[in-house]
């Protein structure tokens, strides 16, 4: 039986104003100022800049700091699957994911703790939590450890 989850950020953080307009504008191209490339993949993704440090300072730093990535506006990211950074992003912009495969829950945990996106991994955190039961807790308990689900974990070893 393939289990599937709902996953949303909370209420009060995918509610925000700030958040709606941001909304309304991730789609408008002529902000489209930096370039995701995926190596795996050989594809890439236009995305804002600012929108990218909102959403983690993994890729701000990446971005704006002090990197060879910073002055082209083009970040390589190995070992990311170009529609589970685009869920994520999705995701931290207050849109809801209602029907996701554990093993794809446990590839955006993944990406997003990689990429510090904190208010995207409580939500991964809560989606899974609310679905754990003994026969999740084997797929869970592998993996949950190295990819920043410290409350998963705990949960599913005390069921």
Same mark, same amino acid.
């Given at each position: ?87 994520? *992003?999705? *995701? ?68």
């Amino acid at each position: 039986k393939m289990v599937t989850m709902h996953i949303g950020l909370s209420r009060e953080f995918a509610s925000q104003p700030l958040l709606h307009r941001i909304r309304l504008m991730v789609d408008e191209e002529t902000l489209r100022d930096s370039e995701i490339y995926f190596k795996n993949s050989k594809t890439s993704l236009r995305a804002n800049t600012f929108l990218l440090g909102l959403a983690s300072p993994v890729l701000h730093k990446m971005l704006c700091g002090h990197f060879s990535e910073s002055a082209a506006r083009r970040v390589e990211l190995d070992d990311v699957d170009e529609a589970i950074f685009i869920k994520l *992003l999705d *995701l931290w912009c207050g849109k809801e994911l209602p029907q996701e495969e554990v093993a794809d829950v446990l590839a955006l945990a993944s990406v997003a703790d990689r990429l510090a996106m904190t208010e995207v991994g409580a939500a991964l955190e809560e989606a899974i939590i609310g679905r754990l039961d003994v026969a999740l807790c084997g797929d869970v308990l592998m993996d949950s450890g190295r990819l920043g689900l410290g409350r998963v974990q705990a949960e599913a070893r005390r069921l």
